[in-house]
């Protein structure tokens, strides 16, 4: 199982970043996804999670409204789309797999001016 984030970089105040993980390695058709993060400091937190076949997402309070989760199955590939960013948002974000308890490496977002 591997999965490959990109998309993180440094971000002002209320811009936005597309976040992408690309699967490899397992059956990612029938996998349910999830994106994580973590803040210096603190521990690693659930921020979006979407069903492997009917597209069902489900998000952490903070980022409803603002976050949108998404995947295309014939590429492999799951998305976090985060608008109206935040500077506590910045965190390491990182892909997993929950069916195969599979970690990206993750990739960093800083929301400064």
């Known amino acids: 199982v591997q999965l490959v984030e990109s998309g993180g970089g440094l971000v002002q105040p209320g811009g936005s970043l597309r976040l992408s993980c690309a699967a490899s390695g397992f059956t990612f058709s029938s996998s349910p996804m999830s994106w994580y993060r973590q803040a210096p400091g603190k521990e690693r937190e659930l921020v979006a999670t979407i069903s492997s076949t009917t597209g069902i997402t489900q998000y952490t309070d903070s980022v409803k409204g603002r976050f949108t989760i998404s995947r295309v199955q014939r590429k492999n590939t799951v998305y976090l789309q985060m608008d109206s960013l935040k500077p506590e948002d910045t965190a390491v974000y990182y892909c997993?797999?929950?069916?195969?308890?599979?970690w990206g490496q993750g990739t960093q977002v800083t929301v400064s001016s």
């Open positions: 997993y797999a929950p069916r195969y308890a599979s």
